[in-house]
T-cell receptor, first 114, second 114 residues
Framework: DAGVTQSPTHLIKTRGQQVTLRCSPK?????VSWYQQALGQGPQFIFQ???????QRGNFPDRFSGHQFPNYSSELNVNALLLGDSALYLC?????????????FGPGTRLTVT | AQSVTQLGSHVSVSEGALVLLRCNYS??????LFWYVQYPNQGLQLLLK??????LVKGINGFEAEFKKSETSFHLTKPSAHMSDAAEYFC????????????FGKGITLSVRP
């Protein structure tokens, strides 16, 4: 049973560029959440997607956008990259409607903005 | 809004000693509470969760935590530390279910001395 997978593993971008990160949820899961983990900090919630729509959003600017596909996979897009966007980006999947079921995290994508 | 406080950023114990990692939460509604572990260059792995059932929760790798509403605490313990327990530990809270937005603490680094 494949867990949550993310690609790429590492990424280096320049300020002002745009980046797309990808996530495939655990088999059977239909909800994907994205988190940003800055160095030495706990993860911060960016947004959550269910049924191809953004269901919840954290305190992140509009430069951060996402998408969910019919197969439940998801993309995180960040425009006009800033140095402060350098972080580990974590994807987590879960099953909607089952409040007692936890989120499973992927290994993350390490984004470095220079 | 919910929040989590993890006191201290680093805990060091001897192998075989008791592990105690502290977590206090703030929530206006009954919370769901979690402890996650993160090994270097990896994603988050769920250790245990509290979802309004038993207040003493047992998790993987010999860890357990007790939900104390009067103290708004959810401290993580393990009777005997093992070298393999060295990692970063995060406490998290959700107010809308285990599959909803997680708010994390800043994390505690656990070191285990031989």
């Amino acid at each position: 049973d494949a867990g949550v997978t993310q690609s790429p593993t590492h990424l280096i971008k320049t300020r002002g560029q745009q980046v797309t990160l990808r996530c495939s949820p655990k088999s059977g899961h239909d909800t994907v959440s994205w988190y940003q983990q800055a160095l030495g900090q706990g993860p911060q919630f960016i947004f959550q997607y269910y049924e191809e729509e953004e269901r919840q959003r954290g305190n992140f600017p509009d430069r951060f956008s996402g998408h969910q596909f019919p197969n439940y996979s998801s993309e995180l897009n960040v425009n006009a990259l800033l140095l402060g966007d350098s972080a580990l980006y974590l994807c987590a999947s879960s099953l909607a409607g089952r409040g007692s079921y936890e989120q499973y995290f992927g290994p993350g994508t390490r984004l470095t903005v220079t | 809004a919910q929040s989590v406080t993890q006191l201290g950023s680093h805990v060091s114990v001897s192998e075989g000693a008791l592990v105690l990692l502290r977590c206090n939460y703030s929530s206006s509604v009954p919370p769901y509470l979690f402890w996650y572990v993160q090994y270097p260059n990896q994603g988050l792995q769920l250790l245990l969760k509290y979802t309004s059932a038993a207040t003493l929760v047992k998790g993987i790798n010999g860890f357990e935590a007790e939900f104390k509403k009067s103290e708004t605490s959810f401290h993580l313990t393990k009777p005997s530390a093992h070298m393999s327990d060295a990692a970063e530990y995060f406490c998290a809270v959700s107010v809308a279910g285990a599959n909803s937005k997680l708010t994390f603490g800043k994390g505690i680094t656990l070191s285990v001395r031989p």
